[in-house]
């Protein structure tokens, strides 16, 4: 494997060198790669990526509240609409609270972070995460995206 292929961590990085099965040892090392660039990443960086992430989540209540307007009958068909929010958050990398569990946690217990660092990214995301949704449900009331519904 070519060296740039690596992560720091030396797990492997996407690419050609990447196979399609990875054995737990391989699984292991991406996880703890993916935790350490987390838990080292800047403070306004994780307010930002948190913000976007809280924001998003409202796309969530949208995506239902749409489907059960077109689908009144079809609480499944309604419910397809659901996760645009959460497919958002994972395909922009966004830091969602409930995301920051196993892999930052897993460097606390492996002793290649301290729990004032987790502690720190987990109230950053947190405290953003929550911001980021207040804000969004504050520009859906206002501007009235959604109606009451009530005649």
Known sequence: MRERDSAASGAPAAGWATGDRFSWEEIHQRLLASADEE???RTRV???????AGFAITLTFL???????AFPNNPFLAALLYPIGFLYIVLGRYQLYTENTL???KLVLTRL?????????WAIVLASNILGAMIGAYILS???VVSGGRG
């Open 103 to 105: 892999s930052p946690v």
């Open 63 to 69: 995506g239902l509240t749409a489907g059960l307007a």
């Open 39 to 41: 838990i080292a990443e």
């Open 142 to 144: 206002e501007a009235a």
């Open 46 to 52: 994780l307010i930002f990526s948190g913000l976007t």
């Open 113 to 121: 972070a301290s729990l004032p660092l987790l502690l720190r990214l």
